[in-house]
């Protein structure tokens, strides 16, 4: 079946990067963009961007321009989202979807990352 | 960027009652681009609803979206016990994409 496993919780000071991973199985992971959208404790979703996993081409949010940076490595159909220079209020739970119709179909169950001193 | 407004902001109803949730639009959404997902606590959103009507595979028929425009409509005819939950719009005609801020539909 269609799955979408995301990495493990991560704790980070204010100044530092985060990668959090997304890998896909059970489809065709070049044939699907991958959206990604955050969740801060208590508050609404929050769209950060889309790649295309076939082509390498993403659309950022202009609020993460500069920050955000979305890769992707087919040869193990995974897909990976970059914060860089984080500070206290990127701390959210980051989901990956897959694309379905040009929206979030099918979604993962979130990595949490927290930012604090 | 299109800014998504959500009404109302808590819904209170009893199993088995027909729910209406509004979407409004600050500016036209091209193309009808607009879904509606579900989310409980602890949960991630299920996509429920895209293209304002589209269904999408596994959702009851139960749900229903309607709208073009500004406005926009995802109707629960019969409440389920499990349909209490966060209900969030998102347009996606335009970037950024945008969601509304959300509507709770909570057991009265």
């Known amino acids: 079946q269609v799955q979408l496993v995301q990495s493990g919780a991560e704790v980070k000071k204010p100044g530092a990067s985060v990668k959090v991973s997304c890998k896909a199985s059970?489809?065709?992971?070049?044939?699907?963009?991958m959206h990604w959208v955050r969740q801060a404790p208590g508050q609404g979703l929050e769209w950060m961007g889309w790649i295309n996993p076939n082509s390498g081409g993403t659309n950022y949010a202009q609020k993460f321009q500069g920050r955000v940076t979305m890769t992707r490595d087919t040869s193990i159909s995974t897909a990976y989202m970059e914060l860089s220079r984080l500070r206290s209020d990127d701390t959210a739970v980051y989901y990956c979807?897959?694309?379905?119709?040009?929206?979030?179909?099918?979604w993962g169950r979130g990595t949490l990352v927290t930012v604090s001193s | 960027e299109i800014v998504l407004t959500q009404s109302p902001g808590t819904l209170s109803l009893s199993p088995g009652e027909r729910a209406t949730l509004s979407c409004r639009a600050s500016?036209?959404?091209?193309?009808?681009?607009l879904a509606w997902y579900q989310q409980k606590p602890g949960q991630a959103p299920r996509l429920l609803i895209y293209?304002?009507?589209s269904r999408a595979t596994g959702i009851p028929d139960r749900f229903s979206g309607s709208g073009s425009g500004t406005d926009f409509t995802l109707t629960i005819s019969r409440l389920e016990p499990e349909d209490f939950a966060v209900y969030y719009c998102q347009q996606y005609g335009s970037s950024p994409e945008t969601f509304g801020q959300g509507t709770k539909v909570e057991i009265k």
């Open positions: 979807a897959r694309d379905l119709a040009g929206v979030a179909g099918l």
């Open positions: 059970g489809y065709t992971f070049t044939g699907y963009y």
């Open positions: 293209g304002a009507s």
């Open positions: 500016q036209s959404v091209s193309s009808s681009y």
